[in-house]
């Protein structure tokens, strides 16, 4: 199923997402990688404020390529996911309802994806450029010191990405592996 989604998005939103299914993404989201992460963990851990609020918001795992004349981003595909596992469960415990990143997930934060009405998209990895498109706008909001792993906020247009773990607990790389395998 193709669907319409703006973000950031609420409890409701996420309920109509099934793995699977096709979205594109209009509105804000926020990337952060390894670096940024780990920042935000260390912040946690310290008692202090994220710099971001992820309540409702999705974090896409990606670092830019530097951007073209007349672009707000160079190429932007999405990382691997699995390295942001260790932070993941914390975020989304806080109130982040979604992540995109290439990949599959632990059974961490599959739970706690499940447990705060979640979900992970996945984005065409080598599709970065491809993907730059559906950016309207950057701006870097927190850690710019970390250069392309700093926190950017993005305003995107009918971005692309497919449901790969829903609120529910389906997961589609499992699956779709399963279906591959009856055939």
Do not use: C
Not at 30 to 57: C, F, Q, S, W
Not at 132 to 148: H, P
């Amino acid at each position: 199923m193709n669907q319409h989604i703006t973000a950031p998005f609420d409890k409701d939103t996420v309920k109509s997402l099934h793995a699977g299914d096709y979205v594109y993404i209009t509105g804000t989201i926020y990337t952060a990688r390894d670096a940024a992460h780990k920042r935000m963990a260390d912040a946690l851990a310290e008692g202090k404020p994220l710099p971001i609020d992820v309540k409702g918001n999705i974090i896409y795992y990606m670092g830019p390529s530097p951007a073209r004349e007349g672009r707000p981003i160079g190429s932007a595909g999405p990382t691997t996911a699995s390295r942001m596992d260790k932070y993941a469960p914390d975020l989304l415990d806080l109130g982040l309802i979604g992540m995109i990143g290439k990949g599959k997930r632990s059974d961490a934060v599959a739970d706690a994806i499940v447990r705060n009405g979640a979900v992970y998209f996945a984005a065409v990895g080598g599709a970065g450029a491809i993907l730059s498109k559906s950016i309207v706008k950057s701006e870097v909001v927190a850690y710019d010191d970390l250069g392309t792993e700093a926190i950017r906020k993005l305003e995107v247009e009918n971005f692309p990405a497919i449901v790969v773990m829903d609120a529910e607990g389906n997961n589609l790389y499992k699956t779709a592996v399963e279906e591959w395998n009856r055939e």
